[in-house]
């Protein structure tokens, strides 16, 4: 078991006559990744509700803000138990056997145009042996076509767009193997986390997008940026793509500053100190 801490603060400037959020920035409680304990603090004295999406236990926290400045921290330590898999033991999951919650992750969506990839899907993957090891391919040549790089993309950069352009941050990164996935059905939907185990070379600790792939009847991830490291991802949210699961959507006049973010490994309840790590093996947090 790997216990994380992890904190993050919020800064904004909200115009009158205030503001609507919603925030994904609560990390999920899932089979395997349990959160010990948390804390939410608003520089305003107003109201917040956390709501669970039933179906993704997505945790939202809604909030009616006033206009003047809004600061949000909000801290958690999380226990992760990965269930761990050999990749060449996990097989793809026949659309005919697809659990009726999964069937989303297969179609098309704003960012991911699967429908418009399919041939250069099946020309690139068609023939490869249907399980884990196919989606790792996928994985890998979305990370040696395209390379990282910060402020390459825009809030409507697609996958086409990223597959056109060879540039982009982990969101683009992700939007492309998603649609590659789904384009020769297998669903595949976007998490969104913290960067974990970046290189301080790309900058100061953020959120991050990934990819989780449905194989072998569980949720596997996948990081085709190839930035961070997936055992130490804590899971916000899930979803058919980035609009699903932005970690702050406003409706008001408001400007922000970049988030201030913190994540690393301490002792577990035994008093063992266990770092993330690069493996071989297939990784999921899901049951």
Known sequence: MI?????????????????????NIHAAHTARQRVVEEALTLSQNVPTKVETDPATLNRYLRVRALAGPLRLAYSATIDLSHHFAQPSQIAEVPVARLPAQVLSYIYPSRYCQSDRLHRLAMREFGQQWQGYSRVQGIRDWVLQRTTFSQNTSDSNTSAIDTLLETVGVCRDFAHLMIALCRAINIPARFTTGIDYGADPALGPTDFHAYVEVY???????????????????????????AADVAFATIFGSVTSCAPRISIEAIAGADGRLLMPYHCAEALSTDS
């Open 3 to 23: 216990r994380l801490r992890l904190s993050l603060e919020l800064d904004y400037d909200i115009g009158e006559p205030g503001c609507d959020f919603i925030f």
């Open 215 to 241: 194989l072998g009847d569980r949720w596997y991830m996948f990081d085709p940026s190839g930035t961070a490291i997936p055992m130490g991802f804590v899971r916000f949210g899930t979803g058919r793509d």
